[in-house]
């Protein structure tokens, strides 16, 4: 499973690329930053979002896709254009054709850092934190998408046995017409 995962922002969407490599390990692929001018209209901006993640999605061949959900603070107007970003990035992940998992910011928080650095090899800057962030939030997302792909898929079976039965008795009584 190749993942991609999106921290929102509608001047700064950070992203990065984990290739699961077995039950529970993750693998960096890739990172990086979108961004886009404040100057410029907030309708460009977010097409730009949405365009730049279908992109790299594609580009980096993702399977899934991971995003931070919406976080609400005191600020409307910062949690409005938060919203838009997230909207824009959830489209371009959906716009290539992903499946998307969303997590709380409580989640990714609680994450450890220490671990995403090691597997980054970064220093402890900032930027490397904003990337650690990134990578904990593909790793939960990785344990996560793995475990409901599997659940849906029972779901799948059990919807969808019955009526293989009764189709595999159909075919018999079939078979069974023109033996006759």
């Avoid at 980096?60 to 931070?68: L, M, R, S």
């Avoid at 934190?129 to 799948?156: G, N, S, T, V, W």
């Amino acid at each position: 499973m190749r993942i991609l995962g999106i921290d929102p922002g509608l001047n700064t969407t950070g992203w990065g690329v984990v290739q699961t490599t077995g039950s529970n390990d993750c693998a960096w692929a890739a990172h990086g930053a979108i961004r886009t001018k404040p100057a410029d209209a907030k309708t460009h901006r977010l097409v730009q979002l949405r365009d730049a993640v279908c992109r790299l999605a594609r580009e980096h061949q993702a399977t899934h896709g991971a995003i931070e959900a919406g976080y609400v603070g005191a600020n409307a107007r910062s949690a409005m254009a938060l919203g838009e970003a997230r909207a824009a990035c959830i489209l371009g992940l959906a716009d290539a054709g992903l499946e998307v998992v969303e997590y709380s910011p409580a989640l990714v928080k609680s994450c450890s850092q220490k671990k995403a650095r090691r597997l980054l090899r970064l220093a402890s800057d900032s930027e490397s934190a904003d990337f650690a962030e990134r990578l904990e939030l593909q790793e939960e997302a990785a344990r996560f998408a793995a475990q409901r792909i599997d659940e849906q898929r029972q779901q799948r079976q059990r919807r969808t046995q019955p009526f293989a039965a009764a189709a595999n008795e159909c075919e018999k009584c079939i078979g069974e017409g023109r033996k006759e």
